[in-house]
């Protein structure tokens, strides 16, 4: 009885440490299948990860092939730039003279469709005079009537500020500086090769006629229909 006693225990205890076995293996089990999904999941990110790292040396390849381009065409343009510059400087013609050139140029054009601009507006009887200058104050050109004059500021580019300056210049200095003008109505003209956006609106509206250069010796009227003139002389 002692020894079928002691077998039991011992039996029980081997039972014990088997159960105590399957749970570790239970337990392992289930941690191997963690790290089974987890190393699934690491390799779909390093797939992921190296499929990104291609697309991006891909575009990093054509990248590099613009800017070899961009450089190619930099550098034509800069030899381009340093032979207009040679050209400039062997001719002794600085910016300013070249601006000076255009803008003798804008005004000769513009004068040269002038005279059917205005006339197209109604004025009649009129003589045109060249660019006048007395004491601080130059005139592109006038047209003048019997009893009328009309002064004509020319830009290459017609911005808002210049038909404010003009405006102050006719309303407040020119009678005074060509006097020999006091009694006539006076108004006012103004003309560009180019036009920003609006300002032959703003100018119309402050009674001054806008003329652009069409094409050719062409000079197109820009005010509205039904326009009148703004008299400047008993402002």
């Known amino acids: 009885m002692e020894n079928a006693k002691e077998i039991w225990e011992i039996l029980k205890e081997v039972g014990k440490r088997l159960d105590d076995v399957g749970k570790r293996l239970d337990r392992l089990a289930k941690s191997q299948e963690e790290t089974d999904?987890?190393?699934?999941?690491?390799?779909?990110?390093?797939?992921?990860?190296?499929?990104?790292?291609?697309?991006?040396?891909?575009?990093?390849?054509?990248?590099?092939?613009?800017?070899?381009?961009?450089?190619?065409?930099?550098?034509?343009?800069?030899?381009?730039?340093?032979?207009?510059?040679?050209?400039?400087?062997?001719?002794?013609?600085?910016?300013?003279?070249?601006?000076?050139?255009?803008?003798?140029?804008?005004?000769?054009?513009?004068?040269?469709?002038?005279?059917?601009?205005?006339?197209?507006?109604?004025?009649?009887?009129?003589?045109?005079?060249?660019?006048?200058?007395?004491?601080?104050?130059?005139?592109?050109?006038?047209?003048?009537?019997?009893?009328?004059?009309i002064v004509v500021e020319v830009k290459t580019t017609l911005k808002k500020g210049d038909v404010d300056e003009f405006e102050e210049r006719l309303k407040n200095k020119f009678l005074k500086v060509f006097y020999e003008y006091k009694g006539f109505r006076l108004y006012g003209a103004v003309a560009g090769m180019r036009i920003q956006k609006g300002v032959d609106r703003y100018a119309s509206k402050k009674g001054l006629i806008v003329l652009k250069h069409k094409d050719g010796k062409d000079v197109k009227v820009l005010n509205p229909k039904n326009f009148k003139p703004k008299d400047f002389s008993s402002v």
């Open 37 to 149: 999904k987890m190393l699934k999941e690491t390799r779909k990110l390093v797939e992921s990860l190296a499929k990104r790292q291609e697309e991006t040396d891909k575009k990093l390849k054509e990248l590099a092939e613009r800017q070899a381009e961009t450089d190619k065409q930099i550098k034509v343009m800069s030899k381009k730039i340093e032979e207009i510059a040679i050209r400039v400087d062997k001719t002794t013609t600085s910016i300013s003279q070249l601006k000076g050139l255009w803008q003798n140029y804008t005004e000769e054009t513009i004068r040269e469709g002038l005279e059917y601009a205005l006339k197209e507006l109604g004025f009649k009887g009129f003589y045109l005079e060249e660019y006048r200058k007395r004491k601080d104050m130059e005139v592109d050109a006038l047209a003048v009537g019997k009893d009328y004059v």
